[in-house]
């Protein structure tokens, strides 16, 4: 009988989470048109991944993720202003590009991986690797 209570209310939570992210999505083209893709990046990467298992929640935040991925032009430039707090995710979602991407996108996860491994080490490998519960 639970399950079934919790179904409405999570389709309403995926609805909501939709809807913040199509909002967060606006604020980020508006960082990236300023020529600010740190800036955008963080604010992609805030609250991800959507405490849902939702894959229309996941797959949004990633093409919001992705799209600021895609505008950093200066990787070492980033990491002097990209707070240690968000490496853990980014690790996730550039592995999520590895396997979902384009040439061109796998480029430049690769280049932000290597970066990224330079800078916060293995265990940001093994940390976003290990982390089952939040799946970008």
């Given at each position: 009988?639970?399950?079934a209570?919790?179904?409405?209310?999570?389709?309403?939570?995926?609805?909501?989470?939709i809807?913040?992210i199509e909002h967060?999505s606006?604020?980020?083209?508006t960082?990236?048109?300023?020529s600010?893709p740190?800036?955008a990046l963080k604010?992609?990467?805030e609250g991800?991944?959507?405490?849902?298992?939702?894959?229309?929640?996941?797959?949004?935040n990633?093409?919001i993720v992705h799209r600021?991925?895609m505008?950093?032009?200066?990787?070492?430039g980033?990491?002097?202003s990209?707070?240690?707090?968000y490496?853990?995710?980014?690790?996730k979602?550039?592995y999520r590009?590895l396997?979902?991407?384009?040439r061109p996108?796998c480029d430049q996860?690769?280049k932000?991986?290597e970066?990224?491994?330079?800078?916060a080490?293995?265990?940001?490998?093994?940390r976003?690797i290990?982390?089952?519960?939040?799946?970008?």
């Amino acid at each position: 009988m639970a399950g079934a209570a919790d179904v409405p209310a999570e389709a309403d939570n995926v609805e909501a989470i939709i809807a913040r992210i199509e909002h967060k999505s606006r604020k980020i083209e508006t960082l990236l048109k300023q020529s600010k893709p740190v800036e955008a990046l963080k604010m992609a990467l805030e609250g991800s991944p959507p405490k849902t298992k939702d894959e229309r929640c996941k797959s949004a935040n990633w093409i919001i993720v992705h799209r600021t991925i895609m505008a950093i032009k200066d990787v070492d430039g980033m990491f002097s202003s990209l707070d240690p707090e968000y490496y853990d995710i980014l690790m996730k979602y550039l592995y999520r590009g590895l396997v979902t991407g384009d040439r061109p996108t796998c480029d430049q996860c690769l280049k932000i991986h290597e970066r990224l491994t330079e800078r916060a080490g293995l265990g940001c490998i093994l940390r976003s690797i290990a982390d089952t519960a939040n799946t970008v």
